[in-house]
Nanobody, 130 residues
């Protein structure tokens, strides 16, 4: 299984980016998929900013990105996208996707993937700076 994240870059505050997570060896329609953000100097695990379920496509977001980010999973090309609008400097970090036959839900207001996904891709750098 391979997950490949792409689409990062340098953007000014208020700008937009669209990240892509392309999978091989795993059918994303049957998987829960999450996007993690590893902030500069922080551990690899990072913060789960958004996830989407496999069953009905329900989506969940961290409070810090709610209303600005949209995760979606078109059925055509085994890819999950994270549309990021109105970006802020605190959104800076390495974003990577993770997937598995797991559940995505809210736990005390924050999105979680349970059990921990086995498959994680390399990240893509997002830098928000003027």
């Amino acid at each position: 299984v391979q997950l490949q994240a792409s689409g990062g870059g340098l953007v000014q505050p208020g700008g937009s980016l669209r990240l892509s997570c392309a999978a091989s060896g795993l059918i994303l329609d049957w998987s829960a998929v999450g996007w993690f953000r590893q902030a500069p100097g922080k551990e690899r695990e990072g913060v789960l900013v958004s996830c989407i379920t496999s069953v009905d496509g329900s989506t969940y977001y961290a409070d810090s990105v709610k209303g600005r980010f949209i995760i979606h999973k078109p059925n055509a090309n085994n890819t999950v996208y994270l549309q990021m609008d109105d970006l802020k400097p605190e959104d800076t970090g390495v974003y990577y996707c993770a997937a598995d036959y797991a559940a995505c839900a809210l736990d005390r207001g924050a999105p979680v993937l349970k059990p921990d996904p086995r498959y994680r891709g390399q990240g893509t750098q997002v830098t928000v700076s003027s």
